[in-house]
């Protein structure tokens, strides 16, 4: 018999076998991954020369553990014998013992290419290229389509490339094709990757489909922060079933320090939440173990820290969080490192970290299905324009100007995030492209507009239009600095004057950081304090002057304008607080700020009785009823208190109960005691 009859024989022996065991070992029907409870998993790492009793270990290991997934990376260079000829019996065995095990499969595609490092490539480099990509589709997909423990594909693995172009013959005629129906203007580059990342994602569904339909379409961006500026997510729902993120805090979290990584995975979350839309999303990759010579900002996970970032995880509605990795890789990029197993295969502290939590989530199926997060009504907007002006005319890396850094748009964003979770209203994050301008009351919304130095005009009427009918929008720092195009809106007849209530006369640039004494006689009462602010002040020129309350003033210096237009308002101050908070360290005045000027928001869902730094809460609704997540990043114990509004609580009862506490933490009245590094779970009852 030769190879490839053998080759045939075998599968067919193995589809035979597996189709039996899945008759047997599991009833008619079954899914071992459970409607709507998230689940946790682990990326299980397949070699050629891994000794067969370590693949059944593996497997072992992630089902006792309470994992129900795993990914595999479908490596082509591993599907090939000697003479070229496909043999799949390395990832049939492993296709075989998930299955045995209970667990389902993403299998992520992973053709070959020249330079693969551990990231994969982005697109092919030419048509001969992806002509193999194509029949590597088609012969791993119409091979593995029908393993029971198949549950999605993975179309690529963190699509992105850090804002670069490559240049090959495959590009080039990308470009050609694009120019012919998107008239030059500027960013042409950027505006080509955002098209090329969608048309080649969409390539590869084409392909998958036409093997398979039956299966889920999933892709993980990553690096998102600094990626997210390559990403149309809206464009992509039309192709996928899943979203997915790659979280990884040694590669990714460098706008954040250690302390931070719960609200950087929440904002992770929230950034593939919106993009998702009405489809789920996961967290496909999370660093489970330790950085040896990888990462930018390495370090190994402590379990206390696992147990933070899966809660974060589910409070955001994640579908389920898969780590990377089980196993560690033997060779290569990230040899020996990332691994939830320790070298001889023992579970380390942080798999009995992870375990624990699939266990919690096991034994309340009711409170953590179907979740997702409290629409507290207040989103954090960005546009991928301000990426890329930003990009464009960034100058030096001197640290007194980190405000006109790569980076500094999306850190004013976050810096509002973070000050709000730590109210205990984590709000939306999201693309202005996203957010559904159609409705005509958003009387109980909210817009923070944090240093968006680049509105497109397409907006400007959607703005108009918000805060007209009700809403809320809270404007600072170079906020509509620019068009989509780069074009100065305030050298000439700043267009939303109506809106804002005036214009800016001028920014003035101190290097570093200072404070402006703000005070505000807004209609719901005087506001003041000290605020924080770097590198920039603006200056406010009303449009009419005869309504002096409206202004906010710094001294005899007019830097903000409250606007009320239609049956909504406008708070706008045009100075970069949110990086004067970051850079301070102290979010408390802002926190104050906000909750002064925006009251019936600030106290319209369960939250914390005042801001807490260092102190993380998320609110999320699940079948059976309402939670929060809260978790305590300071190194001391810390005594919490909760604002709970009267018509959450029905009868006049505020009741709650800790489903988790990762240490000591328990209520006490109204108060929850929380350890240093401590995650807590608690139920809001009758809510």
């Known amino acids: 018999m030769n190879n490839n009859a053998f080759s045939l024989f075998r599968r067919n022996l193995y589809m035979l076998f597996v189709g039996l065991s899945f008759s047997t070992s599991l009833a008619a029907g079954t899914t071992v991954v459970p409607d709507g409870l998230p689940v946790i998993g682990a990326q299980v790492i397949i070699e050629p020369g891994q000794p067969e009793e370590n693949l059944d270990l593996w497997f072992r290991r992630l089902s006792e553990s309470g994992m129900?997934?795993?990914?595999?990376?479908?490596?082509?260079?591993?599907?090939?014998?000697?003479?070229?000829?496909?043999?799949?019996?390395?990832?049939?065995?492993?296709?075989?013992?998930?299955?045995?095990?209970?667990?389902?499969?993403?299998?992520?595609?992973?053709?070959?290419?020249?330079?693969?490092?551990?990231?994969?490539?982005?697109?092919?480099?030419?048509?001969?290229?992806?002509?193999?990509?194509?029949?590597y589709i088609a012969s791993v997909v119409s091979h593995f389509k029908n393993c029971p423990a198949l549950y999605s594909w993975v179309l690529m693995n963190e699509p992105g490339t850090g804002g670069n172009v490559p240049d090959n013959e495959f590009t080039r005629y990308m470009r050609l094709q694009w120019q012919d129906s998107y008239p030059s203007r500027r960013f042409s580059d950027r505006r080509f990757l955002v098209y090329l990342n969608t048309s080649y994602l969409k390539w590869l569904s084409e392909k998958v489909l036409e093997n398979d339909n039956s299966h889920e379409l999933h892709v993980n961006s990553h690096q998102i922060f600094e990626n997210v500026a390559e990403y149309d997510f809206s464009s992509w729902r039309p192709f996928l079933s899943t979203f997915g993120a790659s979280a990884h805090?040694?590669?990714?979290?460098?706008?954040?320090?250690?302390?931070?990584?719960?609200?950087?995975?929440?904002?992770?979350?929230?950034?593939?939440?919106?993009?998702?839309?009405?489809?789920?999303?996961?967290?496909?990759?999370?660093?489970?173990?330790?950085?040896?010579?990888?990462?930018?900002?390495?370090?190994?996970?402590?379990?206390?820290?696992?147990?933070?970032?899966?809660?974060?995880?589910?409070?955001?509605?994640?579908?389920?969080?898969i780590f990377w990795s089980l196993n560690s890789r033997s060779e290569g990029e990230e040899a020996g490192e990332w691994a939830l197993l320790d070298f001889q295969n023992s579970r380390t502290d942080r798999m009995e970290a992870a375990s624990s939590v699939a266990a919690v989530l096991e034994d309340n199926s009711s409170l953590f299905s179907d979740v997702s997060p409290e629409d507290n009504g207040i989103s954090l907007l960005y546009s991928r324009s301000s990426i890329w002006t930003e990009n464009a005319v960034r100058h030096n890396d001197d640290i007194r100007y980190e405000g006109r850094q790569s980076g500094g748009v999306m850190k004013s964003v976050l810096e509002y995030y973070e000050i709000l979770s730590e109210c205990g209203t984590t709000p939306s994050l999201m693309e202005i492209g996203e957010y559904d301008w159609t409705k005509n009351d958003y009387s109980s919304k909210a817009i923070v507009l944090a240093n968006m130095i680049s509105v497109p005009e397409e907006h400007w009427d959607h703005l108009r239009h918000f805060v007209a009918t009700g809403g809320s929008l809270f404007v600072e720092g170079l906020t509509c600095f620019y068009d989509g195009n780069m074009r100065s809106l305030y050298s000439t007849s700043f267009p939303l004057s109506d809106v804002f209530g005036g214009t800016v006369s001028e920014f003035k640039c101190t290097p570093g950081d200072f404070t402006i004494d703000v005070i505000s006689r807004d209609p719901s009462g005087l506001v003041k304090d000290k605020v924080p602010v770097h590198l920039w002040k603006g200056y406010a020129t009303p449009a009419n002057s005869?309504?002096?309350?409206?202004?906010?003033?710094?001294?005899?210096?007019?830097?903000?304008?409250?606007?009320?237009?239609?049956?909504?308002?406008?708070?706008?101050?045009?100075?970069?607080?949110g990086m004067g908070a970051r850079r301070s360290g102290d979010g408390t005045p802002l926190a104050k700020l906000l909750a002064g000027l925006l009251p019936s928001l600030y106290n319209s869902n369960i939250r914390l009785s005042r801001h807490e730094e260092d102190i993380f809460m998320q609110t999320a609704k699940g079948r059976a009823g309402r939670f929060s997540v809260i978790v305590n990043k300071s190194q001391v114990s810390r005594r919490l208190g909760f604002f709970v509004p009267e018509y959450k609580s029905r009868g006049g009862k505020n009741e709650r109960s800790l489903v988790f506490a990762s240490k000591c933490g328990h209520i006490s009245g109204n108060k929850l005691f929380i350890g240093p590094e401590e995650t807590v779970v608690i139920r809001w009852e009758h809510y």
Request: a neutral charge.
């Open 68 to 135: 129900k997934v795993c990914r595999i990376r479908m490596f082509e260079d591993y599907m090939k014998d000697t003479s070229g000829q496909w043999d799949f019996s390395l990832f049939d065995k492993a296709f075989e013992t998930a299955h045995r095990h209970g667990i389902k499969v993403f299998a992520t595609l992973f053709p070959s290419a020249q330079d693969n490092s551990i990231g994969g490539f982005k697109f092919p480099v030419s048509f001969k290229h992806r002509e193999s990509i194509e029949r």
């Open 546 to 577: 005869s309504f002096p309350d409206n202004l906010i003033l710094d001294g005899a210096d007019t830097v903000g304008i409250v606007n009320k237009y239609g049956n909504g308002k406008v708070i706008w101050i045009p100075s970069l607080l």
């Open 249 to 321: 805090p040694s590669w990714h979290y460098g706008y954040f320090c250690r302390s931070e990584y719960p609200y950087a995975m929440s904002a992770n979350c929230a950034i593939v939440r919106s993009g998702a839309g009405t489809k789920p999303f996961w967290i496909t990759e999370l660093q489970g173990g330790n950085n040896t010579y990888s990462g930018m900002n390495p370090f190994c996970p402590t379990a206390d820290e696992i147990v933070q970032w899966l809660w974060t995880s589910v409070a955001s509605g994640a579908k389920g969080t």
